[in-house]
């Protein structure tokens, strides 16, 4: 079993110890109820500790047995906190690190809780679809209040254990120890102290009121509304507590029951929990083990101090990491300089960024025009010119200055890792590192991994990429790698539906209907519709009999690049992000069609949605059948991450699955016989058709 027993005088000690974080499966939850079980027949047994071995008294209920029926195998939850609070001696919660979800909820069905500071205190459940389901709801506003508990329940954030120990009238914590390493010591002398208290206090037995009940939780109600307009689970965190404050303890606790077990059902729920392990799941490479041993990287150069060299400065910076920046002149590094500057002092003026530490990070950051400085740096990221020649130029002088042993990143977005590697004598330390703009602001980092890549290379990456808060996703070569391989036909489909009928604004508006925070269009318009533009024209001369609408090359012609001309599929007003639709355009479309000998026809809002997302399912279903992406979940991650994919879909990969791939592919099968679509394109990958014959998911 994951937790044992020991018994120092006249003190049991129950520690739960189930790496990484005590995750109370159903091993941890026997553990406890067996200790429990032998101190209260030990007579010379007159008070018990509980305790976490490791990194966290406890991360909660075990996600990993989400789904499965060990989460609801007796002792469940409930029961294992109904052993703790009916024991005839009292027990003691000696808290450190992390108490999380369902370990605060055991915490508070302790008779007694001493924690030591720097505690990450919180009920998570929300972030992941649900409430907290072991009583949380009506525990925690009984110890804190009604108002900062239904604020930790609503938001899942930690708070600090020492200022929840401030809170006036506070009954979470009874005791606060002097730091972690003298809880364990404090915490006996404190059962000792105990022992004989008798009745044994129980949180169930506390008031829990709140003087303008109905006005509250009306403002309550308003303010989740605001927060959660794809989530579910909020508004239903404000129903629980406010059970907790107009029902007796058991009624509380059946309304909080029955709340968790629909919520758990919910599809928002099971893609917030998929998107949990995913995203861990992500940082493990099939064939580098995790212990693969990994480079040391105490400092880095990068190459070019434009938007990208700057931005990925900015993360290093952040992490503490040295940086040496590279340009060709002195004005490109002031400029670079300036533009980091700029940054920091936006956030230090709203309170972001402290001033001091914002001079800490520059203090870390050196520049030089000569490749020679960075002889001593560990690791060089490359952000300049996405043109192959310049990259060729700058890797042989890379190859030139490196030590022995340090890699060499290449930003780019869309050319070849392994050509870039070839212009080396050391392929193997060479990996693409694909940031995504504003790269001091996007969590995704796409790690190219080139045929000759090393393992220690992919692991030490990757160790780096967490170091610096990224999320790591590692990607084959490619055109486009996953996620801008994606898009690209997902901007086709786009285009073929203005041709078809629809306008950008119906396009855009269906789309984020569906959760997306902007729709192709509006995207074009930020990013830059010259940026597809010049995509566009190197896919005519590559692949000349591939399909695309001409309507955006005739919004470029016009030089209707997007926000940065003020104008592009929609108008725009200086200094707003309004996307105000324009006539113009529309007259610009319907022109085209015409030209084409179309009639537009009515087109729903539900093709809209199937086409644009479909088109990413299939072209995801190629990409993770040549092997460029390793598992579903990964592709889910990155255009979550990338590509602003609504998180309470889970991503295009666990959205199909809950959609159906049988039902996926029928639709395909409907687009590929509309004669304006591509039907080569909508023929299923053979990895997907494989799926439905054998009736089974991507994930
Ligand atoms: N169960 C199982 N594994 C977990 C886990 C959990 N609750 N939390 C983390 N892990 C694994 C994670 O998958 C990773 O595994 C490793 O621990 C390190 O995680 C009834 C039902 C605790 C603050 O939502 O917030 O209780 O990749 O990389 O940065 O009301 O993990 O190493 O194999 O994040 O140090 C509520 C979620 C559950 C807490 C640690 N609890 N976890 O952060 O490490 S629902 C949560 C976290 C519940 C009850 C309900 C963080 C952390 P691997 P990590 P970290």
Redesign the pocket.
């Known amino acids: 079993m994951t937790a044992h027993y020991q018994v120092h005088g006249d003190i049991a000690v129950i520690t739960m110890n189930n790496p ?2 005590n ?2 499966g159903l091993s941890t939850r026997l553990g406890i109820t067996d200790g429990m079980a032998l101190a209260n027949a030990d007579a010379a047994v007159k008070a018990i500790v509980i305790t976490g071995a490791g ?2 008294f406890s ?6 047995e989400f789904g499965t029926d060990k989460a609801l195998q007796e002792p469940n ?1 409930n029961s294992v906190i109904g052993v703790l609070e009916n024991s005839d001696k009292p027990v003691i919660a000696a808290i450190h690190s ?1 108490v ?4 605060l ?1 055991l915490a508070l069905g302790c008779h007694y809780r001493i924690a030591a500071p720097g505690t ?1 205190v ?4 929300v ?2 679809g ?1 409430l ?3 009583g ?1 709801t009506q525990r925690l506003p009984r110890v804190l209040g009604v108002e900062p508990a239904l604020n930790m329940i609503v938001s899942g954030e ?1 708070i600090k254990s020492e200022m929840l120990a401030m809170l006036p009238g506070q009954k979470l914590f009874d005791k606060m120890a002097a730091s972690a390493e003298s809880l364990a010591e404090e915490a006996l002398a404190f059962a000792r102290s105990v022992a004989d208290a008798r009745p044994l206090p129980l949180v169930r037995k506390l008031p829990c009121k709140h003087p303008q009940g109905d006005a509250y939780f009306q403002f309550a109600r308003n303010m989740v509304k605001g927060m959660s307009k794809n989530f579910p689970a909020p508004a239903k965190c404000v129903d629980a507590v406010e059970a907790a404050t107009k029902k007796k303890f058991e009624d509380g606790m059946a309304t909080e029951r029955e709340i ?1 077990i629909n919520l758990m059902w919910t599809p928002e729920s099971k893609s917030l929990r998929h998107l ?2 995913a995203e ?2 992500a ?2 490479i099939p064939d580098v083990p995790s212990d693969t041993a990994q480079r040391a990287i105490q400092s880095i150069a990068v190459i070019g101090a434009g938007t990208m060299g700057g931005g990925i400065t900015m993360n290093f910076l952040n992490a503490g990491i040295p940086v040496k920046m590279l340009e060709m002149k002195q004005e490109a590094l002031d400029r670079g300089i300036a533009t980091i500057r700029k940054n920091y002092e936006a956030q230090v003026k709203k309170g972001k960024l402290k001033a001091d530490k914002y001079e800490q990070r520059m203090a870390l950051l050196s520049t030089t025009l000569n490749y020679d400085d960075l002889t001593g740096t560990d690791m060089v990221i490359e952000a300049v010119f996405e043109e192959i020649g310049v990259k060729e130029a700058v890797f042989k002088e890379l190859d030139r200055v490196m030590k022995p042993g340090a890699i060499l990143a290449s930003n780019t977005s869309t050319l070849d890792v392994n050509k870039i590697a070839s212009f080396t004598k050391r392929p193997e330390d060479v990996v693409g590192l694909h940031f995504f703009s504003p790269a001091n602001v996007m969590k995704l980092l796409e790690v190219v991994r080139g045929e000759k890549t090393a393992r220690d290379v992919m692991a030490t990456v990757m160790a780096v990429a967490k170091k610096i808060k990224k999320t790591a996703v590692v990607s084959g070569v490619c055109d486009g790698f996953i996620g801008n391989r994606m898009i690209e036909q997902y901007g086709r489909q786009g285009g073929f539906l203005l041709d078809e009928g629809c306008t950008p604004a119906q396009v855009d508006k269906a789309i984020e209907k569906f959760g997306f925070a902007m729709g192709p269009f509006r995207m074009g318009d930020l990013a830059g519709n010259d940026i597809g533009w010049a995509i566009r024209k190197r896919r005519y001369q590559e692949k000349p009999n591939m399909k695309y609408s001409k309507t955006a090359d005739l919004l470029c012609e016009k030089g209707r690049f997007g926000q940065k001309t003020g104008a592009g599929w929609y108008d725009y007003v200086a200094g707003k992000r309004d996307a105000i639709p324009n006539a113009e355009v529309v007259a610009m479309i319907e022109a085209h069609r015409t030209s084409l000998g179309i009639t537009p026809r009515k087109i729903s809002d539900e093709e809209i949605v199937q086409r644009l997302v479909f088109s990413l399912v299939n072209e995801a279903a190629h990409i993770l059948e040549e092997g460029i992406a390793n598992k579903a979940s990964d592709i889910d991650i990155v255009y979550i991450f990338g590509y602003g994919f609504p998180a309470h879909r889970g991503g295009p990969m666990n959205y199909a699955d809950q959609v159906g791939l049988f039902n996926v592919v029928q639709a395909m099968n409907r687009f590929a016989r509309n004669p304006m679509d591509d039907a080569n394109f909508w023929k299923p990958a053979p990895l997907l058709a494989r799926l439905v014959a054998e009736g089974k998911t991507f994930n």
């Open positions: 990484p974080v995750g109370l990194k966290a991360g909660g209920a075990d996600i990993k939850l992390v999380m979800g369902g370990g909820e990450s919180a009920l998570p459940e972030k992941l649900l907290p389901g072991a949380g930690a968790f949990f392990l861990r799941a940082s493990k």
